[in-house]
Every structure is written in structure tokens, then in C-alpha cells.
């Protein structure tokens, strides 16, 4: 069940004690100008899914 994923991953961000991004110091109005950098970042060449930025954003924000 994805409920079930869901938890399991929260779970695992609080185990491995996982920082968010404001706690690197990044600022909320800093996400647009690193979508660029993001999109350009190795791990996304090699994502199956093409994100667009309006997905990155969200994803960035969430994680902020």
C-alpha cells in the first residue's frame, strides 16, 4: 500500500537524521535560480522521468 511507503520513508528520513534544505541554509527564494543547476545535476541525466520545472519546484519545496 503507498501509505504504507509513504511511512516507511518517513520513518527512514528521521532514522538517518536527513536535513532539509533550509536547514543547509538555503533561502525559499533561492529555489528558482538553482532549478537550472537541478536540471543540469548528474543524477537528474540519469532519471528515467523527464521532470519539468514545475515539478522540480515542487519537489524543492517540499524538501525545503
Known sequence: DARDAVGF????VKEM?????RDWGLKKADIPAIL???KKAGSMQGNPVLLGDAALENIL???W
Open 36 to 38: 537550472p543547476l537541478a
Open 9 to 12: 520513508f518517513q520513518e527512514l
Open 61 to 63: 519545496e517540499r524538501s
Open 17 to 21: 537524521e536527513i536535513k532539509r534544505l
